[in-house]
């Protein structure tokens, strides 16, 4: 494994993509929100638990997609040093990207179901 002390343009490379990556969690948050809060209502209906389950979702979703944000700053530093960072950040961006697209046609198959 090779390493290397990188410059300040590599860094703003980096902490870019990095960008990018906290904009794909958002992207899939939104995408999922929409699929929670639809799903939600039409399994359990307009209860209470409904009201308690959707929320609980959104958390749960909100931490983990922090867990991988968080990962991806530190993933992506690493793999700077070592001269792998389109691997690295493909590595990410792409598994965020299917979810985010199975989450919007998860979203629309629903709607389409309710009428």
């Given at each position: 494994m090779r390493?290397?002390?990188p410059t300040g343009p590599q860094y703003?490379?980096?902490y870019g993509l990095f960008v990018c990556v906290l904009g794909l969690s958002v992207a899939v948050f939104f995408a999922?929100?929409?699929?929670?809060?639809?799903?939600?209502q039409r399994i359990l209906g307009n209860v209470h638990t409904?009201?308690?389950?959707?929320?609980a979702l959104c958390l749960a979703m909100g931490v983990a997609l922090l867990a991988v944000v968080m990962a991806g700053e530190y993933a992506l530093r690493k793999a700077l040093e070592r001269g792998?960072?389109?691997?690295r950040f493909l590595s990410f961006a792409v598994p965020l990207v299917v979810i985010a697209v199975v989450g919007v046609l998860a979203h629309e198959a629903f709607l389409l179901t309710l009428g």
């Open positions: 390493t290397h002390e703003l490379v980096c999922w929100q929409g699929v929670f809060d639809v799903g939600t409904a009201r308690v389950v959707y929320p792998r960072l389109r691997r």
